[in-house]
């Protein structure tokens, strides 16, 4: 069974940094590509980044030069790194992946930036 279990996350200041990670269980971790999610407030679900099982990577604009997307495939999580966070950063953040068909979600994580 394919586990998503996500950690970090919290209240910040503008300006702040946090670190996102989310470790998998379940899959040859490594053949799979692993994304990052957002869900704000009363807005609908986006991409904020993906990494390929290569190291390949990928980001929405709003967080370009801001956001960083990483994995360790030796100890099967995915990181994501934010920096020179807004309060449009604020959401509810998810880690997903797919496999065997499937599209598989972590549990979230609540960032809210705000003085």
């Known amino acids: 069974q394919v586990r998503l279990v996500q950690s970090g996350g919290g209240l910040v200041q503008p300006g702040g940094s946090l670190r996102l990670s989310c470790a998998a269980s379940?899959?040859?971790?490594?053949?799979?590509?692993m994304a990052w999610y957002r869900q704000p407030p009363g807005l609908e679900r986006e991409l904020v980044a993906n990494?390929?099982?290569?190291?390949?990577?990928n980001y929405a604009d709003s967080v370009k030069g801001r956001f960083t997307i990483s994995r360790d495939n030796v100890r099967n999580t995915v990181f994501l790194r934010m920096e020179s966070l807004r309060p449009e950063d604020t959401a509810v953040y998810y880690c997903n992946t797919g496999a065997r068909g499937k599209n598989f979600w972590g549990q979230g994580t609540h960032v809210t930036v705000s003085s």
């Open positions: 990494v390929t099982g290569g190291g390949s990577t």
């Open positions: 379940g899959l040859n971790f490594r053949l799979h590509p």
